[in-house]
């Protein structure tokens, strides 16, 4: 069974802190991405990865950082946190041709 | 950048309705279409893909109109268990989109 498993359910971090949310896939998948979600704005992505090493930005990466050193691992980085960053991070994974994404379980991030 | 847009909702139908979502989107690049169902606090998780030629899942019909450029989800006989927000998403190389998302409520 497909599987994408996020390091933490909830998070509470102060602001200042670096903080880093990991996420492992176990599908051999190429593409992987980071998404916040925010009541009324929907997804947004933030970062993405189209192979080892590889990343683009998506559409709002101010804040963000993100390392994909092995292709199961793909990690987000808030570099200093700050109250504005409290959101739900979804990672996702899919293999490159036109297929479906899988998520997983979302860390509920909450900055002090 | 408005690459998807999805009806915002929210829509609220008793049970037994018939209810329909739509997504428009921009950029006639190659391309994929899915709706995702998502509840509250949980992960997105598919509903179903969308094939050009159409595609049924039981009570799910999904659709894709490439010459007007949207897709749509048809649900027939509303259960209160569809209540849930669904989001439709474009795929194309390497990238996602995302609509916004549109919540569904059924009530009894």
């Known amino acids: 069974d497909v599987k994408v498993t996020q390091s933490s359910r909830y998070l509470v971090k102060r602001t200042g802190e670096k903080v880093f949310l990991e996420c492992v896939q176990d599908?051999?998948?190429?593409?992987m991405f980071w998404y916040r979600q925010d009541p009324g704005l929907g997804l947004r992505l933030i970062y993405f990865?189209?192979?080892?090493?590889?990343?683009e930005k998506g559409d709002i990466p101010e804040g963000y950082s993100v390392s994909r050193e092995k292709k199961e691992r793909f990690s987000l980085i808030l570099e200093s946190a700050s109250t504005n960053q409290t959101s739900m991070y979804l990672c996702?994974?899919?293999?490159?041709?036109?297929?479906?994404?899988?998520f997983g379980q979302g860390t509920r991030l909450t900055v002090v | 950048r408005k690459e998807v847009e999805q009806d915002p909702g929210p829509f609220n139908v008793p049970e037994g309705a018939t209810v329909a979502f739509n997504c428009t989107y921009s950029?006639?690049?190659?391309?994929?279409f899915f709706w995702y169902r998502q509840d509250c606090r949980k992960e997105p998780k598919l509903l179903m893909s969308?094939?050009?030629s159409g595609n049924e899942d039981g009570r799910f019909t999904a659709q894709l109109n490439r010459a007007s450029q949207y897709i749509s989800l048809l649900i027939r006989d509303s259960k209160l268990s569809d209540s849930a927000t669904y989001l439709c998403l474009r795929g194309s190389q390497g990238n996602l989109i995302f609509g916004k998302g549109t919540k569904l409520s059924v009530k009894p």
């Open positions: 990865s189209y192979d080892v090493k590889m990343k």
């Open positions: 969308v094939y050009s």
């Open positions: 950029n006639s690049a190659s391309q994929s």
């Open positions: 996702a994974s899919r293999s490159p041709v036109n297929t479906e994404a899988f």
């Open positions: 599908m051999d998948h190429e593409n």
